[in-house]
């Protein structure tokens, strides 16, 4: 069962993060469309399962990806994860619904990837803008780990971090769809 070891931070320079992670790898600029399904009672979210629908585009190409993950196995959020391209995500979108499951959340983001060899691991940084989450920039560092493998992935993940001068501080678990489903909410509060 494969383990996405990742870390994922706020960034306080995204330019200064760019450039040197442009010394590890070329970029490659992205922009993901995500669906979250769940159960209309969000149980599949409330015990930590995630079921994603994720449409990439780049700009010679656009492929679309399901992603099943599992509960967390680490206290960092790290969590097994499960993937497969497919064809049509409206077949996706149908199926789910016509199973009773619902969309949970949908939104975009903006992503530079950076895929290099550290430690002897393969990794992928990520740089992320997220529209609805204006001024806030995001860095996810991630590894394939096995299971017993999980915290020395997490250590050379951590190195990379601090190469790029990203402190402990500024390491977050929170998910993106929590970030965007509040960043709602409060438009919804503030809206007459």
């Known amino acids: 069962m494969p383990v996405e070891a990742e870390l994922t931070a706020l960034v306080r320079d995204s330019d200064l993060v760019r450039a040197t992670l442009g010394t590890f790898a ?12 769940d ?5 599949l979210d409330a015990r930590g399962y995630e079921l994603r629908v994720r449409t990439v585009t780049t700009a010679d190409r656009t492929r679309t990806v399901l992603t099943y993950k599992q509960p967390p196995v680490h206290d960092t959020g790290s ?3 499960h993937e497969t391209v497919v064809d049509d995500p409206d077949v996706l979108r ?5 199973l009773g499951l619902t969309v949970l959340i949908e939104f975009s983001k903006h992503c530079d990837n950076y895929r290099f060899t550290c430690g002897g691991r393969d990794l992928l940084a990520t740089v992320v803008e997220i529209p609805e989450l204006p001024g806030q920039t995001f860095l996810e560092v991630e590894t394939a ?11 050379v993940v951590r190195s990379v971090l601090v190469d790029l001068g990203v402190a402990d501080a500024d390491l977050s678990t929170q998910s993106y769809t929590d970030r965007v489903a509040a960043q709602r909410a409060e438009r919804a509060r503030s809206e007459p």
């Open 26 to 37: 070329p970029v490659e600029r992205s922009t993901y469309a995500d669906t979250y399904y």
């Open 145 to 155: 780990a096995e299971p017993h493998d999980v915290d020395a992935a997490l250590d």
């Open 94 to 98: 149908e199926t789910f619904l016509g």
């Open 39 to 43: 159960h209309p009672d969000r149980s």
């Open 79 to 81: 969590k097994p994860e």
